[in-house]
């Protein structure tokens, strides 16, 4: 089962990057690793997906190292509006049984 | 995300009595996803459907029942409502991995459905 481990929570200031790791010491060779983020009383939002070294995209950037069994998050820049759980998935593609999005990390951007 | 959409978004029901709650996607999605989350915590996976004919039970898939009359629709019910089903409850819908242009299995979400069980 690979299951992850985050931070279940973190503080940050505006203007500040933020840097969340997640721990998934099982994942498997085809697994990819997601990210989604979700704000209070709505559905969670992808926002980042990766297999391996560095993604970045308009909102995040997703560092991988070799071995796989962790993986970062990382905001550049937050604002109050980044405020919101986030959450490291991996997901085994062929045993939905085991989709497992966990408690995520509770990020407070404070002024 | 308005391409998922949800019926009821809040519902007030007593012990015992049935409940279904209701998802509808133009997505054009084949898989869907009922989850639950309880206040404080992830959420968790009810049932999910790879296709019309395809029911699966997902990780705490007692005290529920799910329906794909269509591509489009899933609807989950809850045939004698308890209390400690109150709950936040999500629809989600993705493409199967390597499909289009989304990432592997994106799920994309409902507005939720906020199930009070008195």
């Known amino acids: 089962l690979a299951k992850t481990t985050q931070p279940i929570s973190m503080d940050s200031y505006e203007g500040q990057e933020v840097n969340i790791t997640c721990s998934h010491n099982n994942i498997a060779t085809n697994d990819y690793i997601t990210w989604y983020q979700q704000f209070p009383s709505q559905g969670p939002r992808f926002i980042i997906q990766?297999?391996?070294t560095k993604v970045t995209n308009e909102v995040a950037s997703l560092f991988i190292p070799a071995d796989r069994k962790s993986s970062t998050l990382s905001l550049p820049r937050v604002s109050l509006s980044d405020t919101a759980v986030y959450y490291c998935?991996?997901?085994?593609?062929?045993?939905?049984?085991?989709?497992?999005f966990g408690s995520g990390t509770k990020l407070n951007v404070k002024p | 995300d308005a391409d998922v959409t949800q019926t009821p978004r809040n519902r007030i029901t007593k012990t015992g009595k049935r409940i279904m709650l209701e998802c509808s996607q133009t997505?054009?999605?084949?898989?869907m996803y009922w989850y639950r989350q309880d206040p404080g915590l992830g959420l968790r996976l009810i049932y999910y459907s790879f296709d019309v004919k395809d029911i699966n039970k997902g990780e705490i898939s007692d005290g529920y029942s799910v329906s794909r009359q269509a591509q489009a629709k899933f609807s989950l019910s809850l045939e004698s409502a308890i209390p400690n089903q109150t709950a936040l409850y999500f629809c989600a819908t993705s493409v199967a991995g390597g499909e289009g242009t989304d990432p592997a299995d994106t799920q994309y979400f409902g507005p939720g459905t906020r199930l009070t069980v008195l």
């Open positions: 990766g297999y391996k």
């Open positions: 997505k054009g999605h084949d898989r």
């Open positions: 998935l991996v997901p085994p593609p062929y045993n939905f049984n085991k989709f497992y």
